[in-house]
């Protein structure tokens, strides 16, 4: 057993001790998102989990880039950008605004519904840029 | 699992619907098992604001959502670390933030048999 092995597994136990779920392994992944070059403006990026046995993790889009905190594991990546557009407030009595496409999705379903997007993350910090295409 | 634990956000506004209790709109007081508890993915509604504040840093008290033309509230609470939540046979249990997607999905199902850690 080398030394870092046992460092390792000292600060398991010390984390157990805490009662610290696994979310403590948790590392920063960051990075831009862009469809045809141009940066994805708004949206979310959704990571979850192949074998169903860590949780989900995700971000909002915000000018092209995004960050999260995620556990080691396998991921299939999902990228949404629904189409933005004007304000519907819930309450608001003036007459029903005209059926739009707001919200409706601007990314293939390659990258979202039948995502075939997939990330292995390791432990720590990284970063991970997805260049997106829509042919 | 009957029930969690959710979040009315604190920067609500009538355009925000989540936590909603005088609302008869179908995704209000709702929660999905979608994504695990307090998920860092965000919410997805279409009566949020298009364009809102800045999303980081992840604010449990006010967490992300997006507009979109489909709907998703993950079970959310305000203290770290999981939601509290009720079942069918009348007990209330601590769910961890970490749980396994697999088993958080399986409870919000009526014959899942699985093993819930607390």
């Given at each position: 057993?080398?030394?870092p092995a046992?460092?390792?597994?000292l600060?398991?136990?010390?984390?157990?001790?805490?009662?610290?779920?696994?979310a403590?392994?948790?590392?920063v992944?960051?990075?831009?998102?862009?469809?045809d070059?141009?940066?994805?403006?708004?949206?979310?990026?959704?990571?979850?989990?192949v074998?169903?046995?860590?949780?989900t993790?995700?971000?909002?889009?915000?000018?092209?880039?995004?960050?999260?905190?995620?556990?080691p594991?396998?991921?299939?990546?999902?990228?949404?950008?629904?189409k933005?557009?004007?304000?519907?407030?819930?309450y608001?009595?003036?007459?029903?605004?005209?059926?739009s496409?707001?919200?409706?999705?601007?990314?293939p379903?390659?990258?979202?519904?039948?995502?075939?997007?997939?990330l292995?993350?390791e432990?720590g910090?990284?970063?991970?840029n997805?260049?997106?295409?829509?042919? | 699992?009957?029930l969690?634990?959710?979040?009315?956000?604190?920067?609500?506004?009538?355009?925000?619907?989540?936590?909603?209790?005088?609302?008869?709109d179908?995704a209000?007081?709702m929660?999905?098992?979608?994504?695990?508890?307090?998920s860092?993915?965000?919410?997805a509604?279409p009566?949020?604001p298009?364009?809102?504040k800045?999303?980081?840093?992840?604010?449990?008290?006010?967490p992300?959502?997006?507009?979109?033309?489909w709907?998703?509230?993950?079970?959310?609470?305000?203290h770290?670390?999981g939601v509290?939540v009720?079942?069918?046979d009348?007990?209330v249990?601590g769910?961890?933030d970490?749980?396994?997607?697999?088993?958080?999905?399986?409870?919000?199902?009526?014959n899942?048999?699985?093993?819930?850690?607390?």
């Open positions: 057993v080398t030394r046992i460092r390792q597994f600060a398991c136990v010390a984390l157990a001790a805490l009662g610290c779920s696994p403590a392994t948790e590392g992944l960051t990075g831009a998102v862009t469809l070059g141009a940066p994805v403006n708004s949206g979310q990026i959704r990571f979850v989990p074998d169903g046995q860590s949780p993790a995700g971000a909002v889009i915000t000018a092209g880039r995004y960050e999260t905190k995620l556990a594991a396998e991921y299939s990546v999902e990228i949404s950008s629904p933005e557009g004007p304000t519907r407030s819930m608001d009595a003036s007459p029903e605004p005209t059926p496409d707001a919200g409706a999705e601007t990314i379903a390659r990258y979202n519904a039948k995502t075939e997007l997939k292995k993350v432990a910090d990284a970063e991970r997805f260049e997106l295409t829509s042919k | 699992m009957l969690s634990e959710i979040i009315f956000p604190d920067a609500d506004a009538d355009y925000d619907i989540r936590g909603d209790m005088m609302n008869d179908n209000c007081t929660y999905m098992t979608f994504e695990t508890p307090n860092s993915v965000p919410d509604s009566f949020t298009p364009r809102g800045p999303p980081a840093p992840f604010d449990p008290n006010d992300p959502y997006i507009t979109s033309d709907g998703q509230k993950a079970a959310r609470s305000r770290p670390g509290n009720a079942f069918g009348g007990s249990r769910v961890q970490g749980i396994a997607l697999a088993v958080w999905r399986a409870m919000g199902t009526i899942g048999e699985e093993t819930v850690q607390e």
